[in-house]
């Protein structure tokens, strides 16, 4: 969220810049990167909502990508920050209640095809907690790479036969075939991407959905998963890739260019946009906090990699795991998440992220 960092910034930091910064609004952001071969259609992106929001996607029918990623909570999972063991994962050490403890996300119990729970070694046979904070999806459409790694790239590979389906710009659509074939997150072991594919064609769309934003339901107008993907995709087979495609294009929709930072400077007709403490906020973040050095330009962030040392490197190797280069280790991800700032607990391990969210909310949910 933007408002809530800008103020414990300050408070951190404990002062204001020496002199004011004049308060003006981000630059524009730029057009949102879409492959060739994936273009944006109304259908798809009403498809790829449906699918975001189905929790039959996963193997327990309990988890859909929107149980992580939580619009009102900035785009992320608000259960990381629950008090109790909800939303921890035991870290490096493998026991909880030590100093490596992690803020993820709830996902699935350790289970098997048929439902048989399998006790799992840190959470038995509750929901087991992924070992890093859930990123935000709004404005994630920018990030050329996404996880925390980076591993998910402009590449997208069909999830069934490793054949290259879009070639560029496809971080979205890389970063979508992962959770639901996740046996933390979304699936049961084992669980691969035929399954994925034929448990959505047999479901009813969003059938487990407690309600549905009308005009989303218009467009399902009762209709089958497979015709869905026929006014989307021109035939009604519901594939791997498609999946992954409807998700990243819904995703794209989730840009957010409104939050009191993006409001004109203070002037005839225009009231201050921030509070005082959230623009002695900016202030630090511009001058003496040298945010701006890395949380700049119009998205906030640089896209980079970086070790700030806020856990040992051996806890969680980061990017060095992706690239295999020492350099890389201990560097997590510069992408977008829900917080100005997500620092030690929030992440994971050696983790402090050049992550931000441009905007505190988003225009499409």
Known sequence: MRTLPLIALTLV???AAARPVVAQPPQPLPPVPVPAGNPITPAKASLGKALFWDEQLSSTRTISCGTCHIPSAGGSDPRSALAGSIGVHPGFDGTFGTDDDVRGSPGVPSSLALGTYVPEASFGVAPQVTGRKTPSMINAAFSPLLFWDGRATGTLADPVSGATVLTADAALESQAVAPPVSAVEMAH???DWND???RTAESTPLALAASVPAALDAWIAGRSYPQLFQEAFG????TPARIAMALATYQRTLISDDAPVDQPPPGPGNPPPLTQLEAQGRNVFNGPGRCVLC???PLFTDHQFRNIGVRPIFEDLGRGAV???PIHDGRPSGMMSGDLLTWSSSTTGAET???TN???SSRSA
């Open 353 to 355: 992220s050049t992550s």
């Open 13 to 15: 930091l404990g002062v």
């Open 235 to 238: 035939t009604p087979q519901v």
């Open 323 to 325: 690239t295999g280069l």
């Open 295 to 297: 949380h700049g330009g």
């Open 196 to 198: 994925v594919a034929a």
């Open 358 to 360: 441009r905007r505190s």
């Open 189 to 191: 072991a084992d669980r």
